[in-house]
């Protein structure tokens, strides 16, 4: 199955942006998604989220917009039925593994952020307090 993708994507054509802004209306639709070029014409009355929001992604690396959605597998597996070629700007999102690691730092900071804040909310109540039953 993996040779048989490196056979059709060898065989695929590749997409400047300039083309790919050409297709941007209900009755001729392309996404650029991952470096991939889709056409999605076919697709537009079916998406749950309304044809709309696909047009208003049209014609440019939708790479953000799509990811910014929170796509299920099956749609992403979906997407795949459409795809016309490579889209010669490459893939504008960072890969999965850059992607994790980056986020895991985020959590991690995050994490530490959500213990420490309430305890230096506390430590300075009992402070003031200290300071206000001195006087």
């Known amino acids: ?39 999605v014409t ?3 009355e079916e998406h749950p989220g309304g044809y709309d929001i696909i047009l208003t992604s ?4 939708s790479t953000q917009d799509f990811e910014e959605i929170g796509h299920s597998n ?18 504008s999102a960072p890969t999965n593994k850059t992607a994790g690691v980056a986020a895991k730092k985020i959590n991690g900071v995050s994490k530490a952020f959500n213990v420490l804040l309430p305890l230096l909310l506390i430590l300075a109540a009992i402070f003031v307090n200290m300071y206000l039953t001195k006087k």
Do not use: P
Not at 74 to 91: F, M, N, P, Q, W
């Open 74 to 91: 099956s749609a992403r597996e979906l997407l795949e039925k459409y795809l016309i070629g490579t889209y010669a700007g490459g893939d």
């Open 42 to 44: 076919d697709f537009l």
């Open 58 to 61: 049209a014609g440019k690396d």
């Open 1 to 39: 199955m993996e040779q048989l993708k490196h056979i059709v994507m060898a065989e695929t054509k590749t997409y400047a942006l300039e083309e790919c802004k050409q297709h941007v209306s209900d009755k001729d639709c392309w996404l650029v998604v991952h470096g991939k070029v889709y056409n």
